[in-house]
């Protein structure tokens, strides 16, 4: 007789861990004003009959992680059944603020509690679990997150969710919003676009003349091992010195804070992966293929442009791709030096021991960093040449 | 055709190669030989200025090579290296016609002198075109190499052992097949090996250096006949009376040969016999199909078909391009005093006698 049971680790594990937050822990926090002390709202408190379907779904969680399913039929529950999840998780939350809170004139708060967050990473941790596993229905499954990804959208625009206590922090500052986040993207962006003006010659240089190699990457390096709040710091007075010296920079709108200190930190710091990556790109080229490239009379560019860089090409697009996220999180703090972005209500949320303003600062960041790590990585998907890898 | 007088290479510390004087004249296969570390490679690297030469001079039809651009000057001479060194991210066809890209021949002409190339090289258009380097085994990427250097039909081909990496009887096939593509199309072959088999089967020159140093420049008979000194001698080795049969076309030595029709009655064939000691047996077509002798005619039979002993000419005979060391392989393994030499389809042409290939 074949066995009933075949527990998966990872969505067993993850499911369980699901299942205990549920029992110890809060599920939302309310609060009768914005920085008051919270009290823990546990699942079944919460308001409205959602939370019936969260624990019926989660057990059939469970049940489909420790079950013996043909493996298709079983990714593609797992996958439909966890975005379900996420969805009735955050309408769950959104409910019940909406139910507490009569009006938008009303100060009482709710916030997602850590029942919350420790469901939605399980679901997370398990839909990733599936997506590596999926093999040939990869497509499938990103569909189904993209999808996922669309509800979610549409239930933030129909004013579903603006009740809960980030969106309240949101709706209070929605200018501030909206301009944080282009500076945020805008500081990211244009470190990034230095990095590559300097660091893909920097990498290249250091393949073509081996003896600057080491002086490179140990710069680089070191750099790269300064914390980043220390290189912010020691900018300041360097730059301030700069423009006391040379007014023609403050006359460029350098000053030491504000957008430039950050933007060099940020270029500092994207410089690495960028000429590293360019490095071993440039070295994976065979010296056979260069060798005989020249021997049949390609010139120097000819061999740049239809040779290493094209075989170089994923090698870069993954360190800029690094480079990318690696800045999106950066310029979190680059708001300490009065740079602006997102990091700006990070920091305001932690003066004002507000969480939910800290939220509306992280959740934004971790979210583009996410979004543009898996669009470069389809980036990469489609342009790496055919014949590699 | 090339030139080179008095070229020196030195790099630091080490003088690769010494003051080095030879021509080879236009449409030559110029092998160039000699122990690891000779110089070999350095020479032919010098020649399409992939390394500058210390002193001395090189030229091509009279023009010195530093007169010329270097990408012009490469252009005109094809280059395949033992490490292949195909574009891993181009298919073979786009590899094969890379230089043609460049030199901006239209994408239709391109296509038909790739097909043409692989043909000639033995891999199938049909299959090979749309692979991948990394599909290749290590000998098909070599052929790829070859056709790759021949694309834009130089006049002069440089080559650093191109078939280094192909299993031996590939190889040998593929010599003599280069050999008569050579000759067809009138090339001017620079070739480097270590294998002294390899520069005897297809050189029309040798030229052995060791030390950096010319030690000498004659035919594969002269140097095989009078090698200069003990350095040559050992280089050769000890069989090279059988080596030098390997330069000598098995066709050159064939005789006519007595034959019967398989359906000619026994009887008819006695005379003959008597007069030969043997006979090859014929189908109506001049397939080979067996041979009579003395105890043949004892066996009673009415038909010459019917009393041979019969053999397979894939096993026996030998073709028309093959060479005597091949012919007389053939017949020490077969055990037979002479081979019938035959034609693809297996026509009796002549035969070849062992007391011939002892005189040879
Ligand atoms: N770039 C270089 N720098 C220094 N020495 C070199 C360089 N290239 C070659 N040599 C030396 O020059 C000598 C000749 O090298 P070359 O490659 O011409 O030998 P070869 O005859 O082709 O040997 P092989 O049969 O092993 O390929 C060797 O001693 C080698 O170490
Ligand atoms: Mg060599």
Not at chain 1, 243 to 253: A, E, H, K, W
Not at chain 1, 356 to 362: F, R, S, T, V
Not at chain 2, 124 to 129: A, E, K, T
Request: glycine share 10%; proline share 5%; charged share 20%.
């Amino acid at each position: 007789m074949r066995r009933l049971f075949s527990i998966k680790k990872v969505p067993f594990c993850a499911a369980a861990v699901g299942l205990a937050a549920i029992v110890f822990s809060g599920f939302v926090t309310f609060r009768p004003n914005r920085i008051a002390v919270g009290k823990a709202v546990f699942l079944n408190q919460t308001l409205g009959s959602l939370w019936v379907a969260i624990v019926i779904l989660w057990a059939v969680l469970i049940l489909l992680s420790a079950l013996r399913i043909p493996g298709r039929i079983h990714l593609f529950s797992t996958g439909l059944l966890s975005s379900t999840l996420i969805l009735l998780l955050i309408a769950t939350a959104a409910r019940h603020a909406s139910l507490t809170t009569q009006d938008a004139g009303s100060i009482t708060r709710t916030s997602l509690g850590p029942a919350f967050w420790i469901l939605l990473f399980a679901l997370i941790v398990i839909l990733t679990d599936t997506w590596q596993r999926s093999g040939k229905e990869k497509n499938l499954i990103t569909i189904m997150g993209i999808v996922t990804g669309g509800i979610l959208l549409g239930m933030l625009v129909s004013g579903d969710l603006d009740m809960l206590s980030i969106m309240r922090e949101y709706a209070n500052r929605k200018e501030r919003f909206s301009g944080e986040l282009l500076t945020h993207l805008a500081l990211a962006g244009s470190s990034v676009g230095l990095a590559l003006g300097l660091g893909i010659p920097l990498g290249l240089l250091a393949h073509r003349k081996k003896p600057l190699y080491t002086p490179t990457f140990f710069t680089l390096n070191t750099l790269q091992t300064i914390p980043s709040l220390a290189l912010f710091g020691i900018l300041i007075p360097v730059l301030a010195a700069a423009t006391l010296r040379f007014p023609v920079l403050t006359d460029m709108g350098i000053k030491g804070i504000g957008a430039a200190p950050a933007i060099i930190v940020l270029t500092v710091y994207s410089l690495l992966p960028v000429a590293r990556n360019t490095y071993i790109g440039f070295t994976t080229v065979d010296p056979a293929a260069i060798e005989a490239g020249t021997g049949m009379g390609m010139t120097r560019s000819q061999l740049l442009f239809r040779v290493e860089i094209p075989i170089a090409s994923p090698v870069i697009l993954n360190g800029i791709r690094v480079a990318l996220v690696q800045a999106i999180g950066l310029t979190a703090v680059a708001a300490l030096i009065g740079a602006g972005g997102l990091g700006v209500f990070i920091f305001q949320g932690l003066g004002q021991a507000a969480n939910d303003l800290i939220l509306l600062g992280a959740i934004p960041t971790i979210f583009i960093a996410v979004v543009v790590d898996s669009l470069m990585g389809g980036i990469i998907r489609v342009v790496q040449p055919k014949g590699l890898g | 055709m090339i030139s080179l007088n008095q070229v020196t290479k030195e790099f630091p510390g080490k003088i690769a190669v010494n003051e080095l004087t030879f021509e080879v004249e236009r449409g030559e296969f110029c092998v160039i030989i000699g122990p690891s570390g000779c110089g070999k490679s350095t020479t032919l690297r010098m020649i399409n200025r992939l390394i500058p030469v210390s002193a001395g001079s090189i030229t091509l039809d009279g023009v010195d090579i530093y007169n010329y651009r270097p990408e012009e000057l490469r252009r005109q001479i094809g280059y395949a290296i033992q490490s292949v060194g195909l574009f891993p991210h181009m298919t073979v066809a786009r590899n094969i016609g890379i230089v043609p890209q460049l030199m901006n021949w239209d994408m239709s002409k391109i296509r038909r002198r790739t097909d043409e190339l692989l043909d000639l090289l033995n891999l199938d258009p049909g299959v090979y075109r749309d692979q991948y380097p990394r599909q290749l085994s290590g000998g098909e990427a070599q052929r790829v190499g070859v056709a790759r250097a021949l694309a834009a039909d130089p006049a002069i081909l440089l080559m650093d052992e191109p078939f280094g990496a192909i299993d031996p009887i590939t190889r040998e096939s593929l010599q003599t097949e280069f050999a008569r593509i050579q000759k067809e199309l009138k090339k001017t072959i620079v070739f480097v090996t270590h294998d002294i088999d390899e520069a005897i089967r297809i050189a029309t020159r040798i030229l052995v250096l060791k030390d950096g140093k010319l030690v000498q420049h004659d035919t594969p008979e002269n140097i095989m006949t009078a090698p200069a000194g003990r350095f040559v001698t050992e280089f050769i080795g000890t069989d090279r009376a059988l080596k030098r049969l390997s330069r000598l076309p098995a066709v050159n030595y064939m005789k006519e040969a007595p034959n019967v029709r398989e359906s000619d009655p026994l009887q008819s064939a006695a005379g003959l016999i008597a007069e030969h000691r043997y006979l090859w047996v014929l189908a109506h077509d001049g397939k080979v199909l067996g041979w009579l002798d003395e105890n043949s005619l004892k066996s009673g039979e009415q038909t010459a078909g019917l009393a041979m002993t019969s053999l397979d000419f894939r096993m026996s005979a030998v073709v028309t391009d093959s060479t005597l060391k091949e012919a007389l392989s053939r017949m020490v393994q077969q055990g037979i005093r002479s081979a019938p030499v035959v034609d693809m389809k297996g026509v009796l042409l002549g035969e070849i006698r062992m007391g011939d290939i002892l005189e040879a």
